[in-house]
């Protein structure tokens, strides 16, 4: 299968001027000023970019791919991801997490679930465990599940500074981190520990009591949700500057933002302004999470929904409302994410990477065509390829 992209603006994340792209079966096989097509060549689909950016599809390293939430009983339970979820916001890639509820979502259903979003087209991976401490794995043990689970990529999400965390103090964060590490590097993946960081006071402090006893460096860390107000911003954007990863949330309500939720976009311009290098910035979506609402006391008040749009959406408002490149705003959801979970194959426009590829229009950044693993997922706006359950 050979799908010939012409005339784009090519960002790989960086501007690399006009170019076309020739993909060949599921990998980017040339890029070149030129391409042109030889009379009586094989069959091939040409589409034309002229006027349009191209770019690497999105990662969003953070979703709660077979749903999340239950905090305000079972009725509360989030359903599962679809595949037009992801591919209408331009993600072709996943990495599923477990979240609160460690008991009804298992890893099983986690693997189970990434399996079925390949089958249909788009590239999926997990991390094991949920918020808890210890972490329930597949096989036992946190190095087994990394070294012989090919879809595990990490561990996570483990949740600190938050009333449903489990607590862990620095010696148990170590250990599990440790595990992380050595299944990482045996295993040749990332085995970095994400970790959802909520509301308390104590914000990163274990993660730096970690990294200044031990001898495991801060990049084994990943933490999450530190947009989600001012004061762990503050702190996230120190741990940034002492060489740690940040990614902010993007799913919100307009509460959360009210209340002093730093929205995501934002947070990146911020972030850049204090001096944090773009390389150490992701956003995730955190989609299908439940977004709930909590009072002072620790009682729900009422629940929303995560989505991955919403990823795009702050990609969008990032470039036109908060004045980051193009090149930073994508960077963040594509090169970023592919080399802190080292996945080798993604987040660049590079020859012999995967074929994944968003083509948005100008000056809207509306996504007109996405592509997964060379296949034409959504054209003209429309998903083409739909989930299996989906209409
Ligand atoms: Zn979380």
Known sequence: MLTLIKNGEIYGPEYMGQKDILLVGKQIGFIKDTI??????????VIDARGQIVVPGFIDAHVHIIG??????????TPEIQLTDATLAGITTLVGVIGTDGTTRTMLALLAKARSLE??????????????????????????????VDKIIGVGEIAIADHRSSQPTAAELAKLASQARNGGLLSGKSGVVNIHVGDSQNHLQVIED????????ITQFYPTHINR????????????????????????IRKFLEEGEVKASTAIKRALEEGVDIRQITLTSDGQASLPDFDGNGNLRGLNIGTCMSLY????????EDGVTIAD?????TENPASILKLEKKGRLEVGRDADIIIMKQPTLEIDCVIAMGQIMVKGGEAVVKGTFEK
């Open 119 to 148: 089958e249909e087209g788009i590239s999926c991976f997990v991390q094991t465990g949920s918020y808890q401490v210890p972490v329930k794995t597949l096989t036992g043990k946190i190095e087994d599940d990394l070294i012989l």
């Open 313 to 320: 959406d702050s990609v969008v408002d990032a470039i036109l």
């Open 329 to 333: 705003a994508i960077r963040v959801v």
């Open 68 to 77: 999340g939430g239950g905090e305000g009983g079972f009725k509360t339970r």
């Open 229 to 252: 107000n001012p004061h762990l911003f503050s702190a996230g954007l120190e741990f940034a500057k002492k060489g740690g990863y940040i990614d902010f949330t993007t799913s919100t």
């Open 36 to 45: 042109d097509v030889p009379a009586n060549f094989v069959e091939l689909e």
């Open 210 to 217: 970690v990294v200044e006893t031990t001898e495991i460096p």
